[in-house]
């Protein structure tokens, strides 16, 4: 069955520090990944998508997340957390049908 | 563009009375919704699956009578929670989908509607 990990319950980084927040996805063939961000009382903003192509993707915010197949990974990543960049992300897949499968959620920490 | 919007955004009601939350696309024809409802730190659950114009599906466990999904047109979905309790209480997110083939077409969320039942 179609299922998203996210190892990651929160995490911690130091403002400026850079961030890897991880993803892993189990499925026979390559699904359709997304990162989507939600800020404390608020929907899920999306942040970027793979589809196929380019395995690294550029998404909003500075963020970007690169596809290993060999892995079965979607890891997100950005090269300096600002304050602001504190909040929820959830990795996401849709594997060609109508349902889209969340992970748990990786809570960002980011202290000054 | 792909703006979804939730009204209202939290709600306070009596047991017993019956909330209506609805889900507007605003600039693109959504063919499908979807209803979430998210606990308190927890990611989402998918309540149910609705298309323009037909029955909605709902998930193992989602009592159909008591969550009421209409999906009238291409911009708007509504989600009634009957004859609420507090144990309804929750952060309820919907999504819309536009329309094509396949399911690369990204799910664009609400900003979530709050209800707290007293």
């Known amino acids: 069955a179609q299922s998203v990990t996210q190892p990651d319950i929160h995490i911690t980084v130091s403002e400026g520090a850079s961030l890897e927040l991880r993803c892993n996805y189990s499925y026979g063939a390559t699904p359709y990944l997304f990162w989507y961000v939600q800020s404390p009382g608020q929907g899920l903003q999306l942040l970027l998508k793979y589809f196929s192509g380019d395995t690294l993707v550029q998404g909003i915010k500075g963020f970007e997340a690169e596809f290993k197949r060999s892995q079965s990974s979607f890891n997100l990543r950005k090269p300096s957390v600002h304050w602001s960049d504190a909040a929820e992300y959830f990795c996401?897949?849709?594997?060609?049908?109508?349902?889209?499968?969340f992970g748990a959620g990786t809570r960002l920490f980011v202290k000054a | 563009g792909a703006v979804v919007s939730q009204h209202p955004s939290w709600v306070i009601c009596k047991s017993g009375t019956s909330v209506k939350i609805e889900c507007r696309s605003l600039?693109?024809?959504?063919?499908?919704m979807f209803w979430y409802r998210q606990f308190p730190k927890q990611s989402l659950m998918l309540m149910a699956t609705s298309n323009e114009g037909s029955k909605a599906t709902y998930e193992q466990g989602v009592e159909k009578d008591k969550f009421l999904i209409n999906h009238a047109s291409l911009t708007l979905s509504t989600l009634t929670v009957t004859s609420a309790h507090p144990e309804d209480s929750s952060f309820y997110i919907c999504?819309?989908?536009?329309?094509?083939?396949?399911?690369?077409?990204?799910?664009?969320f609400g900003p979530g509607t709050r209800l707290l039942v007293l």
């Open positions: 999504s819309a989908r536009g329309g094509g083939q396949g399911s690369q077409e990204t799910q664009y």
């Open positions: 996401a897949s849709n594997t060609g049908g109508f349902k889209t499968i």
């Open positions: 600039d693109f024809q959504a063919t499908t």
